[in-house]
């Protein structure tokens, strides 16, 4: 028989609410930007120069993906684990291009 640790149990918890609530807050504001584009100020000095409604898709799409995941791990799908650790990378990757 076999039992998983509290602390596993616990730290998988907590990444996996804290997934979803990144990707909550990310869609949300992929949603702002695509409804109304003049919310976030805008520089010439961007690495990646997107339109801003541009970038709101980005943001709801990884939102959304990163959200899915999130809760799936909290459910304890296995595949969630691998998923997960993947798209928190490429969100904190776009999260800084995102950045002028």
């Known amino acids: 028989m076999r039992s998983d640790s509290g602390w596993a149990v616990g730290f998988t918890a907590f990444a996996a609410i804290m997934m ?3 990707g909550f807050f990310q869609a949300s504001m992929g949603i702002v930007a695509i409804f109304n584009q003049d919310f976030y100020v805008t520089t010439p000095n961007y690495v990646f120069a997107f339109d801003v409604g541009t970038w709101g898709w980005i943001h709801l799409i990884l939102g ?6 999130g809760l799936s791990l909290l459910a304890g799908a296995t595949w969630a684990r ?3 650790v993947v798209l928190a990378a490429f969100s904190a990757i776009e999260a800084f291009v995102f950045i002028p």
């Open 20 to 22: 979803a609530l990144m």
């Open 82 to 84: 691998a998923v997960g």
């Open 64 to 69: 959304v993906l990163v959200l899915a995941a």
